[in-house]
């Protein structure tokens, strides 16, 4: 089963000989349930891929399908609602709302849908990330892995069709790094959660089933790690 199918994704800033090509007509799919690194130098377009995915910038061409919707055919509200139902973010630097204790972080998703939280599962996935003793601290109360923690529970609490990590680990410690990797790849294996993880760190990229490499906005190796 394909959850995410890109088609001809492009992406130029500015126009004339002033026009630069971030993306040029990437194509490729990911199937339910696995791991595929995205890996490339800087300025390679990994960054403009991750936005146009997750649905957070539009394309100049191209489309983006996830779990059969093409997520540019809806408009801005609509995409908004699209994406925190059916994509489930972790950014490098955790974006966690600092007000805010870890587990109500990681309920956003749900209280900003307006859903009655559902504890059990939140009991369950503070139990999964190791925070059940911290989860009424603030951020701001907690190590920069704990953050991450909590931001990989707020990716999973929807049971999104994938998960998009941005150097999930590109602010730790090589600790806390294992740490946050190990909780990502025991999504992947034990829930048969989908991971797409954008990342430098060849360790990293080693663990996927696929790795595809990204230069100059163009897909110029496909890997398959593992069959």
Not at 98 to 109: D, H, K
Request: charged share 25%; aromatic share 4%; net charge neutral.
């Amino acid at each position: 089963m394909t959850v995410l199918e890109v088609k001809n994704l492009t992406k130029i800033y500015g126009q004339g000989e002033n026009a630069v090509v971030a993306l040029d007509h990437i194509s490729f799919t990911v199937k339910k349930g696995e791991f595929v690194a995205i890996v490339g130098p800087s300025g390679s377009g990994k960054s403009t891929m991750m936005n146009l995915i997750g649905g957070i910038d539009i394309p100049t061409e191209g489309s983006v399908v996830i779990d059969g919707k093409d997520i540019y055919s809806l408009n801005e509200s609509q995409r908004a609602i699209f994406r925190r139902r059916n994509v489930g973010i972790i950014y490098q630097f955790y974006n966690l709302i600092p007000n805010l204790t870890a587990q109500e972080n990681i309920m956003l998703p749900c209280l900003l849908d307006h859903r009655k939280p559902d504890y059990e599962k939140m009991e369950t996935i503070l139990h999964m990330i190791g925070l059940t003793e911290r989860k009424t601290h603030l951020p701001g109360e907690l190590s920069g892995g704990q953050q991450q923690r909590v931001s990989v529970g707020r990716a999973l609490i929807n049971d999104p069709a994938f998960i998009l990590a941005d150097e999930p680990t590109g602010n730790l410690d090589s600790k806390a790094s294992r740490e946050i990797m190990d909780l990502l790849t025991l999504a992947n294996k034990k829930a048969n959660q989908t991971l797409i993880v954008i990342t430098h760190d060849e360790k990293i990229a080693l663990q996927a089933d696929r790795i595809l490499t990204i230069s100059d906005g163009k897909i110029i190796r496909d890997e398959v790690m593992k069959a």
